[in-house]
Each structure stands twice: as structure tokens, then as C-alpha cells.
């Protein structure tokens, strides 16, 4: 089943939604999704009602062709890349652990 997306009017440009179509995606477009500190900063759209950033909308396109054509899972990668970022190692033991 294909996801659903959705995206704000005022953060998606025409050329943005063209794109989006050309690689099959199938966008919800409203005029305001409620998710305004998060259209402010940035590319963002809904997937199933979860918000999915990006630093461009292209990059949020590749994530929804990668995660729906079998690839890894976005959130998966999300979470591994988060317990990457906050320096997170599970092999490490904890202070005062042998």
C-alpha cells in the first residue's frame, strides 16, 4: 500500500509537486497542515501523519522512493543516525561499568 503524503501549500513550490508526481508520488496538498514551526523551518512532509524533514525537498523525495521501493526503512535510519549523533554506543559500557 503506498504511503500517505501530505504537504503544505506555502512549503511546496509548483516545481516541487511537479517533481513528486514525475517519480510517483502522490501528494495531499492543503493549504496549512497546522505544522507551522516546522514549515518555517524548512522542507517537511507528512508520511501516514508522521513529519519528515529534509535540508531540500528533493532529499525528502529520495527518502519516500528509498523507504517505498523495499530500501531501508527511514525511520530505522532515522533512529540509527540519531544514536549516532548523540554519541551513543552501545558496545561502550557506562562509566564506572567494567
Known amino acids: 500500500m503506498e504511503p500517505t503524503v501530505e504537504c503544505c501549500l506555502r512549503n511546496v513550490t509548483p516545481e516541487c509537486r511537479t517533481a513528486a508526481r514525475r517519480r510517483g508520488i502522490e501528494l495531499s496538498v492543503a493549504p496549512c497542515r497546522e505544522r507551522c514551526d516546522a ?3 524548512g522542507p517537511f512532509v507528512l508520511v501516514d501523519g508522521d513529519l ?3 535540508e ?3 532529499s525528502l523525495l529520495d527518502d519516500l522512493e528509498t523507504a517505498s521501493s523495499g530500501g531501508e526503512d527511514a525511520d530505522a535510519a532515522s533512529s540509527g543516525s540519531a ?3 548523540n554519541g551513543a554506543d552501545a558496545e561502550t559500557p557506562a562509566e564506572g561499568e567494567p
Open 39 to 41: 514549515c518555517r523551518a
Open 52 to 54: 519528515r524533514t529534509g
Open 83 to 85: 544514536a549516532a549523533s
Open 56 to 58: 531540500t525537498f528533493g
